[in-house]
Nanobody, 124 residues
Framework: VQLQASGGGLVQAGGSLRLSCVASERTLSAYGMGWFRQAPRKEREFVAAISWSGTTTAYADSVKGRFTVSRDNAKETVYLQLNSLKPEDTAVYYC??????????????????WGQGTKVTVSS
């Protein structure tokens, strides 16, 4: 299984981006998915997660109200809409698959397959 994240780029503070994560085969639609990010010289951190059906979502406090996670199972794609971006949102963003319904969505150890990351840079 390969996950391909895309949509990153350079944007000014206050701007928006939409990240996408596509699976290489029909395996994404049956699983929960998460987004994590890693800023320079920092550990990777949880950003958002969505259940397989899309009915349940979770967000880090730092992005709540600004980021929105969604999915289109017919397209085997998960999205992360980033609005009102801040310089502190600068990071490489990763999508990941959560294979089990149980477990802590905030814990990266609960995820098995990871995308290669897409870089988001927010200028002040």
């Amino acid at each position: 299984v390969q996950l391909q994240a895309s949509g990153g780029g350079l944007v000014q503070a206050g701007g928006s981006l939409r990240l996408s994560c596509v699976a290489s085969e029909r395996t994404l639609s049956a699983y929960g998915m998460g987004w994590f990010r890693q800023a320079p010289r920092k550990e990777r951190e949880f950003v958002a997660a969505i259940s397989w059906s899309g009915t349940t979502t979770a967000y880090a406090d730092s992005v709540k109200g600004r980021f929105t996670v969604s999915r289109d199972n017919a397209k085997e794609t998960v999205y992360l809409q980033l609005n009102s971006l801040k310089p502190e949102d600068t990071a490489v963003y990763y999508c990941a698959r959560k294979p089990y319904y149980s477990g802590d969505v905030y814990d990266e150890r609960e995820y098995d397959y990871w995308g290669q990351g897409t870089k988001v840079t927010v200028s002040s």
